[in-house]
């Protein structure tokens, strides 16, 4: 895997990991509330996700949230506010509980038919000097199988995230190495 090795944007390109491109559109597929974790809609909501099951706490006590019940309570009951760290934590753990919760429906939903069409949109060589640019067209390919990708994805690991989205674009054949780094992957399940 050469192209893992080089020192990505060095003339000025510019992009992301098609890997964080995935994980981006997953997450807009598993959203699910809308309202900021700032509002107190949106922390209620979150709040009453996260404390409904035992899966919820424990993904607050991951998130590093360790406040007393009544606290806790307080929150839910509105009368007291979370400091902004917490705020954060709360969101976190909301979003490592939803791709938990969502990650089997949705693998469900990418698997079916034979797999889910992704559409690769190339890097932005805009400022990379011209003899410098490389032909890089807008790619489509039909990824059969995302078990390994959906599975990093809900666990939150980058890494093998990052491995499982190299795994499925190998099929774009010598020519994988050029879309490590995309502007935007787009799929719809």
Known sequence: MPDRTQDFGHYGARGARGSEAAARV????ASGIASPVTTRRGLAARLRYLTRSAAGHDAMRDAGITVRPRTLK???AGTQRPNT?????????YRALRRRNVARYL???LNANGGTRVEIH????????IPRQRVLEYRRLNIRTWDAIVDAW???DMRALDDAWID????LGSQWGKYEYV???????
């Not at 760290?85 to 753990?93: E, F, Q, R, T, V």
């Not at 190339?122 to 000097?129: A, F, G, M, R, T």
């Not at 499925?168 to 099929?171: C, E, L, R, W």
């Open 26 to 29: 997953l997450d807009s597929l």
């Open 168 to 171: 499925q674009i190998v099929n």
């Open 85 to 93: 760290a917490n705020l954060a934590k709360i969101d976190a753990a």
């Open 183 to 189: 502007t935007s992957v787009g799929f719809a399940a």
């Open 74 to 76: 307080a929150w839910l």
């Open 107 to 109: 693998l469900a939903r």
């Open 122 to 129: 190339p890097l932005d060589q805009s400022q990379v000097p």
């Open 154 to 156: 809900s666990r939150g």
